[in-house]
């Protein structure tokens, strides 16, 4: 159907990663939900906000299956937010989770990725279902029991559902499985 | 079985509602969860930190089938912590759902249900599932995304699931559901 | 002079008081700045931001000569917030400065010190120097920098300044200098 | 007096200033108070907690001749926190005080005034009274009130006073009298 693939979430497009060995692909980590967070290390809110909830996500949401993934999506100082402070960043931050650098496009100063996903600016953050599809796209930070709702939602999705999305044959052990793996720090 | 069994949550035993034209029982709201907090007026964490996040609950889920019961638990002061300070409490503080006097016994300084559930103190918490039984049971002030992660997993359960919980033929149009509802303020 | 005379704290009407042996006057506190802080228990923005300001308060000045001093001025739900609830707030809250209450006045909801100094609601604060006069008065909680700021200021004026309270001279030495370059945002 | 040099606070060395036409010196500011703060870019306690509490002080004391002044001394991560982004950084947040890059020195990763005021590391603060000698030093972020209260006390300072800086008997009412009263939890 037309509407459900105008919500499939584009590829990503980075030309470095930090905090995993290989690169990672959308497509690759089909059958997973995704929280992808955009955000750029000059940007205030980012730093008194959303990273501080990333740290949260990245912690109760630790055993379950749901994939991290920041990206640096610089639109503006781009000489002030090089790889090389992202690095250092991530490591006075003790940010654990994959972090990739948004492709630079020529001619532009907004990044690829940014522009696949329509990002307003930063944070954004992007919740992608088991079966790709765009769940949830903010522009700013949300309330944090909001997002641990739509994320435990997305994550009780099972992977056999998403695979045949729309169909009714889904969900037998669903509910059962997340609950236990979400921890309180 | 007996450990299902073990697990059901206790009856209320409240002397006085509020903020509700009738009586609740926890076993007429089978089928729908159910965040039950524990609080009394005079305790600095409960007005501090608990009460907020039970606004924040109300909020993030009002348009789902979650049911919110707050119980005032007097284990201490009782003359001071009357059903008419928490009335004009209510009122003051504009918390919307019910809340429901624990109701005294006699020669104890420890209301029924706070003694049924075998809470520890306020704050406390207890979430339901749409069968009966607790899902979780928490002393003091848990992580905002944990908590909204919580209720989204038990809000996930359909209600066939709970008439056969611990059946595997179950949740068919689980997901798709309760995700929409599920606002940001 | 009559502007001099106008801006004099007037004295507080208290019925009771508690964590303090004998009754307190601003006439016998004259030498001394005060730092008045009027609220009531049911009041969200007393509980959640002024209570806990002034035990910073407490903390910060605790080895200065400042009083602190609490009024409760109960103007709605009187029956609710009775001096035994009051009472127990105290111990519970641990707040170890002494609290008055503020004293009712027959046909009126308001109580007469919250009339005398004409105080717009709760929770509402006075810094009184040490010549009693009123330095600054707020309703609503105000920046902790500023706040510091102006009992450092009060605290600063000496004791022999205040001995010549209602000299024009003196006052005008005392309240003109920094003080009101200390702005609230 | 020995004791009283000793604290008077040591000269800057700032290879680069922003936000200030020309170069600021300690000994050109004498007569006026000076808050030094000590950051870094990539220092989570810099950005979550110091910053703030400066823009705060910024706008509180706005309307006083203290002096503010931020030193970038970068000890670690040196390419990472360059100019350049300290630049974007100041434009980003809308620092509007005075901010010096910290002097390097060949063969040492701390800079040069970080050194001579021997700082254990950021954030960090210096408060310096009108006459030069250093009043409070602390490392990491301090109460809000105490901070206020201090700067206030450094303010109320005449200016009179500091002219005779050194004299033994000012010195003796400046420092001395309520400042050491004035403590931090």
Known sequence: ????????????????????PVPLTLSGLRGRPVFLHSFQLLCPGCMAQAIPQVQ?????????????????TVFEHHAAMSPVTLKAFL????????????RAEEGSDVPVTMQRFRLRGTPSSVL?????????????????????ARI??????????????????????????PMPSVVTP
Chains 1, 2, 3, 4 share one sequence.
């Open 1 to 20: 159907m037309i509407a459900s693939e105008a919500s499939l979430a584009p590829e990503l497009a980075i030309s470095e990663w930090f905090n995993t």
């Open 56 to 72: 949260r996500i990245e912690r109760v949401f630790a055993h379950t299956d749901l994939q991290i993934i920041g990206i640096h």
């Open 91 to 102: 490591h006075e931050y003790r940010l654990k989770s994959p972090v990739g650098v948004d």
């Open 128 to 148: 992608i279902g088991r079966d790709g599809t765009i769940l949830h796209q903010a522009f700013g930070v949300e309330d944090d029991i909001a997002v641990g």
């Open 152 to 177: 435990a939602m997305a994550l009780s999705a099972s992977p056999a559902q998403s695979a045949a999305a729309g169909d009714d044959a889904c969900a037998d052990s669903v509910c059962a499985s």
